[in-house]
Antibody, heavy 121, light 106 residues
Framework: QVQLVQSGSELKKPGASVKVSCKAS????????MNWVRQAPGQGLEWMGW????????TYAQGFTGRFVFSLDTSVSTAYLQISRLKAEDTAVYYC??????????????WGQGTLVTVSS | DIQLTQSPSFLSASVGDRVTITCRAS??????LAWYQQKPGKAPKLLIY???TLQNGVPSRFSGSGSGTEFTLTISSLQPEDFATYYC?????????FGQGTKVEI
């Protein structure tokens, strides 16, 4: 069965970096794009961008350029989100989500369980 | 960017009620719309894609309709496990925007 398993919660100080992993299993990793979604405490879902798992080419939403980096290790079917120069406002749950397409329709059919990143001094 | 506006933002309902949530897009998105359910502390769960296609395993009391700029998610008879927050998402273009969410509570 398809699973996306993310790394555990992180507590970081402002200015530090964090790398969140998303390990996929149960399907061919390079056949589906991987998206990243942020959810700040008590807030809604915010799409951060996606990475093409064939070419490793990332696309970032506005507001997620510069400090945010998507990467892959296809040998272990894992996607990564790295955030550098962390700020308090980066405190959020970060989700990876697989993008599926059927016919002409796209959707996020499988999600990781989420990784809470807390930035506090 | 395409903006999605959900209404209402909060909805108070009872078990057995028929519930309708609306999602309006700032421009036409054909039927490239998905609905998700999120419970506290959990990842979102796909309910509907293509505006009206029920994801496998989702109860038939959930249904979706609409095309273009106006969409609805309907729960025909609200069950205790349906109290959650619901989000629409457009997948017509990038960025893949979400609505702000609708919290369904007792």
């Amino acid at each position: 069965q398809v699973q996306l398993v993310q790394s555990g919660s992180e507590l970081k100080k402002p200015g530090a970096s964090v790398k969140v992993s998303c390990k996929a299993s149960g399907y061919t990793f390079t056949s589906y794009a991987m998206n990243w979604v942020r959810q700040a405490p008590g807030q809604g879902l915010e799409w951060m961008g996606w990475i093409n798992t064939n070419t490793a080419n990332p696309t970032y939403a506005q507001g997620f350029t510069g400090r945010f980096v998507f990467s892959l290790d296809t040998s272990v079917s894992t996607a990564y989100l790295q955030i550098s120069r962390l700020k308090a406002e980066d405190t959020a749950v970060y989700y990876c989500a697989r993008e599926q397409w059927l016919g002409y329709h796209y959707f996020f059919d499988y999600w990781g369980q989420g990784t809470l990143v807390t930035v506090s001094s | 960017d395409i903006q999605l506006t959900q209404s209402p933002s909060f909805l108070s309902a009872s078990v057995g009620d028929r519930v309708t949530i609306t999602c309006r897009a700032s421009q036409g998105i054909s039927s490239y719309l998905a609905w998700y359910q999120q419970k506290p502390g959990k990842a979102p769960k796909l309910l509907i894609y293509g505006a009206s296609t029920l994801q496998n395993g989702v109860p038939s009391r959930f249904s979706g309709s609409g095309s273009g700029t106006e969409f609805t998610l309907t729960i025909s008879s609200l069950q205790p496990e349906d109290f959650a927050t619901y989000y629409c998402q457009q997948l017509y273009s990038y960025p893949r925007t979400f609505g702000q969410g609708t919290k369904v509570e007792i």
